[in-house]
């Protein structure tokens, strides 16, 4: 039962044939015996998500039908949640206890879903291997030398582990969909603004959105239909109503126009991910699509511009963690300029650091147009780009990654890391909808497919990537090493 | 050699809305510290920005009233320096797109000249806390009750050329913004305060010379003393040979000197950049026109209509405009007196002493203008003497009961009898012989004496007029 869809669940639960109690308790069992290896959950909320479930399973029995009703999820520790430690895989919030729910674990919570636990993750978000947590690296279920992707690493792993049935990632140049691809599930981006930020901790505000970790398109229908929609709160959130991203899965893609950017199929592609795609790509034809190729002429610019803009709103949303009301202190300072410095330089880790000095120098006086305006003005072409794009085909497909996961520790240079995000960044940049999707595999790894559509077309991604899932079996692939039932 | 100033003034005032900029906790003055402080004013994780659109539409209605350039989009950015008062560690303002651009307002001089003054621009940002540093246990508090206050940073053009000019400018500046009721600008309170830009050149130099900018002037006195001061000081320098040196200084008043901050305190690269948790902000005309149809007459133009409608001097009609309640005041007596003439003497006068001696507010004062309206009239209709009016508005004071009861309870009404008159003028004849002897020998001004006397023994309540015209004629 645990390695079942939120569908599925959803069904079973509906039917009687298992309680939100049971559930729970199997997924808590699971995360005992996988998590130690794993390391995906930073907390562990056994007896308030016990709890959660026996509230589910009694607004069951009084008539209660929500689609996610006692569903156990896991949230990145990038979420608020009132009264439990949200650390963000950093030492200078190992000791925060959120005061506040973020509006997305408001949502779920109002829906009735079982939280059993916060994901780890890389240090605010900055990473693509999971490995600059403070809380140590996430192992990937299907190889445990191997990384699990960052920065939602915990929440991908947990999910393809089946340690939980879904779970919530942020995405910031890829942070939901590189671990997704690299863990065999599914991971989707929504466009900026369709989920609340409040309460979600903030790496790079204008890059910045939530969305769902988990085993199908279906899940992440449903789990985007509690997730989004205006947020007072959050003066980026939009004010669109919010569709029923079920309803459209099933739509015939007759006729769909498929682009496929020359651009990234190009040098840096591993040969495995592009069969692996080239495959899917036929598996769409034969379902009545026609595949275009697309130019996006300025991709390449794409993740330079990114690192400035993301490091230089970072350098500034990571000022207020300055040991003054709440978080890591460091001790016995002797002055105010002791304690700004030791509290930072002791708080936090050395890439979070590194983007901060980067951050910081493309702002500085003088070097502000250099970086600064030239990266906004590369922001507005390759937004154009895919405007231009999306005027002659519906959605854009590829790889998510150019390989499969790499071994843990291996890429030491960050420049090698930061090119992990090459095929998603872009998405970030223009605001987009994306998903990632399990296409294939190689030596025993999952390959990720990239879908992406125009502004506010969840419902259009979320139908394409379902339509692949109802005619493959690839993110019904399940580790091996994970296996043994408890 | 002769120096000329140049000045530019930088005010905030914080705007008077109910809540704070960008979230929901109170703005009011003197709470126990850290009292008003939300999650979002403590920079908690997570926590985003709401623009408080009270504070946009007060922003534009200052632009609106002096005539200034109103942005259709504005941008708010982030001002980066870390300090402990300062929770997000940085401060949310606007550097290139402020709401309100280039305007002017006009100030009067002591002498009557007028100078137009240019405003750059006005935007707004949000207040900082404030760090107390009286100690604790070793360490220095931190109330953020002020945190997130919105604030309207006013910039002035260099175009002022002396202390009280700027003065001047200041107190037309506080008067607009009173009369807007978009702030309390009470500079003790300090939601009004001053920075001020101060260089001096030779005269007739058209090059601006290096300039200080001081902080810290929490009085309109002040402000006058800080700039002479900083002349006085600049002028020493280079007239001995010395550099002005661009920086910040402090005014401290206790000393009445300007002394410069410790270079720690002066930040210096604020790395600005978009704030990204918030959109532009976007207005379009028909928003600016309907905040300008609800501004008030502005205290410029109630002047002019005043000096015309009610025949006032210029110095009056001043005063009786410079707050928008003592000319609402004046106006209500004025016309419920029937006489605009004597209710201007009466509240510029009368009534602004009483406010004075005893530091009302027109709003406290305990004498209505419908009441104050009565007693004119009561001298217009001869019922009492201009004197015994002010006996009578010394007793409204203390009574609630009507000024008409008042004058009969006491007994003052004026005696216009002739019969009474011409009594008390024959008694005044007899008593004073001499006087009468020197009046006919063509000594008219004794006749004001011998008023006097007619007066005294009325207990005032004679009519002067009548008394003067009978007296001329008995001594003829």
């Known amino acids: 039962m645990i390695k079942s869809t939120v569908a599925e669940l959803s069904l079973a639960l509906a039917a009687g044939d298992i309680s939100s109690v049971e559930l729970t308790q199997a997924y808590l069992n699971r995360i005992a015996q996988y998590n130690g290896e794993l390391n995906a959950f930073i907390t562990v909320c056994e007896e308030s998500a016990l709890e959660q479930a026996k509230a589910a399973d009694v607004a069951r029995a009084k008539g209660d039908t929500s689609s996610l009703l006692g569903i156990p999820l896991a949230h990145k520790d990038i979420f608020c949640t009132e009264g439990i430690t949200t650390t963000c895989g950093s030492r200078m919030l190992g000791n925060f206890v959120s005061p506040y729910n973020a509006t997305v674990v408001e949502r779920f919570n109002d829906a009735g879903v079982v939280m059993l636990g916060k994901t780890n993750m890389d240090e605010f978000a900055m990473g693509s291997s999971n490995e600059t947590s403070f809380f140590g690296a996430v192992k ?14 915990g929440s991908a792993a947990a999910v393809a582990a089946d340690l939980c049935a879904m779970a919530t990632g942020t995405d910031t140049g890829g942070s939901i969909r590189q671990p997704a691809a690299f863990c065999g599930i599914t991971g989707f981006k929504p466009s900026y603004g369709r989920v609340s930020r409040w309460g979600m901790i903030a790496f790079a505000s204008s890059l910045d959105q939530a969305g769902p970790i988990c085993k199908s398109a279906e899940d992440a229908a449903l789990m985007l239909n509690v997730m989004a929609g205006l947020d007072s709160k959050d003066s980026t959130s939009i004010d669109k109503p919010v569709e029923d991203y079920t309803a459209t899965l099933n739509d015939s893609l007759q006729g769909l ?23 899917a790509l036929a598996e769409y034809e034969k379902m009545g699509a026609i595949i275009k190729e697309v130019d996006l002429p300025n991709s390449h610019l794409s993740v330079s511009a990114y690192y400035v803009i993301a490091p230089a709103e970072a350098s500034a949303n990571l000022s207020r963690y300055d040991g003054v009301r709440y978080g890591y202190r460091c001790q016995d300072p002797v002055d105010l300029e002791d304690m700004y410095k030791r509290t930072r330089s002791e708080g936090f880790g050395e890439e979070v650091k590194l983007r901060i000095m980067i951050g910081t120098y493309a702002l500085s006086a003088g070097f502000y147009d250099a970086y600064y305006r030239k990266a906004q003005k590369i922001r507005r072409l390759i937004k154009d780009d895919f405007s231009n794009a999306f005027k002659e085909v519906d959605v854009i497909i590829g790889p998510t990654s150019p390989h499969t996961a790499f071994k843990l520790g291996s890429k030491s240079d960050p420049v090698s890391m930061y090119l992990e995000d090459i095929y998603t960044i872009a998405v970030n940049l223009a605001g987009l909808p994306a998903i990632s999707i399990p296409a294939g595999s190689a030596n025993g790894l999952p390959i990720g497919m990239h879908i992406v559509a125009g502004d506010f077309e969840e419902a259009k991604v979320l139908n394409v990537a379902h339509q692949f899932q109802k005619h493959t079996d690839w993110h019904r692939n399940k580790p091996s090493a994970m296996a043994k039932e408890a | 050699m002769e120096w000329e100033t140049v000045i530019g003034l930088e005010v905030h005032v914080q705007l008077s809305t109910k809540s704070k900029l960008f979230s929901g906790s109170s703005t009011k003055f003197g709470a126990e510290p850290n009292t008003q402080a939300s999650i979002f004013d403590l920079a908690l994780p997570g926590t985003l920005p709401v623009l408080n659109e009270e504070a946009l539409k007060k922003a534009v209605k200052f632009g609106v009233a002096i005539g200034a350039e109103i942005s259709k989009r504005s941008v708010f950015d982030r001002k980066n320096y870390f300090y402990p008062d300062l929770p997000k560690g940085y401060q949310v303002s606007q550097l290139d797109y402020p709401t309100v651009g280039k305007g002017s ?7 009557g000249s007028e100078r137009v003054i240019g405003v750059t621009r006005a935007h707004m940002e949000e207040d900082a806390g404030k760090s107390l540093h009286k100690d604790y246990h070793g360490m220095s508090g931190i109330d953020l009750n002020r945190a997130g206050t919105p604030l309207l940073e006013i910039v002035s053009e260099p175009d002022l050329r002396t202390a009280k000019e700027a003065v001047a400018y200041l107190k037309k500046l506080h008067r607009i913004i009173r009369y807007l009721d978009i702030s309390d600008a009470i500079m003790a309170e300090g939601s009004m305060r001053c920075d001020a830009n101060v260089s001096i050149r030779p005269k007739g130099e058209t090059e601006f010379g290096t300039r200080t900018e001081i902080k810290n002037i929490n009085s309109f006195r002040f402000v006058e003393k800080a700039i002479n001061h900083e002349v006085r000081r600049q002028q ?5 040979g010395g550099r ?55 205290p410029d ?34 016309q419920q007196s ?34 104050l309206a009565v007693l004119i009239a009561r001298i217009k209709d001869n019922t009492i003497s201009g004197k015994i009016a002010k006996a009578v508005f010394e007793a409204m004071l203390e009574e609630t009961i009507s000024v008409d009861e008042i004058i009969a309870a006491k007994g003052l009404k004026q005696v216009t009898d002739s019969g009474e008159i011409e009594k008390i003028v024959a008694q005044v004849i007899d008593n004073n012989p001499d006087q009468v002897q020197q009046y006919k020998e063509g000594k008219q001004q004794v006749i004001g004496f011998l008023v006097g006397q007619a007066m005294q023994l009325s207990k005032g309540k004679a009519n002067p007029a009548q008394v003067n015209a009978l007296l001329r004629e008995k001594m003829q």
């Open chain 2, 338 to 371: 029937g006489d605009a003439k004597l209710a201007a003497n009466w509240v510029s006068q009368d009534l602004l002493g009483l406010l004075n001696k005893n530091n009302w507010d027109i709003a406290d004062c305990p004498i209505q203008p419908e009441r």
């Open chain 2, 236 to 240: 020493e320098v280079i007239e001995d």
């Open chain 1, 140 to 153: 990937n279920p299907w190889n445990t030398a191997c990384v699990p992707g960052g920065s939602s690493g």
């Open chain 2, 301 to 334: 133009s109630k002047k002019i209509r005043f000096i015309e409608q009610y025949a006032l001097s210029d110095y009056d009609a001043d005063v009786l405009v410079s707050t928008r309640e003592m000319a609402e005041y004046y106006e209500v007596v004025a």
């Open chain 2, 105 to 111: 307002l006009t100030v009067t001089m002591d002498d």
């Open chain 1, 257 to 279: 126009r498929i682009g496929v950017p020359k651009q990234h199929f190009a040098e840096g592609l591993s040969s495995e991910v592009e069969q692996a795609v080239r495959d």
């Open chain 2, 244 to 298: 002005i040196v661009q920086e910040t200084r402090l005014y401290d008043a206790d000393k009445d000197e300007t002394r410069p901050m410790r270079s720690k305190e002066v930040a210096n690269d604020y790395r600005y950049f978009p704030e990204p948790d918030l959109l532009p902000i976007v207005i379009d005309d028909d928003y600016i026109a309907a905040i300008k149809a609800q501004l008030p007459e502005m």
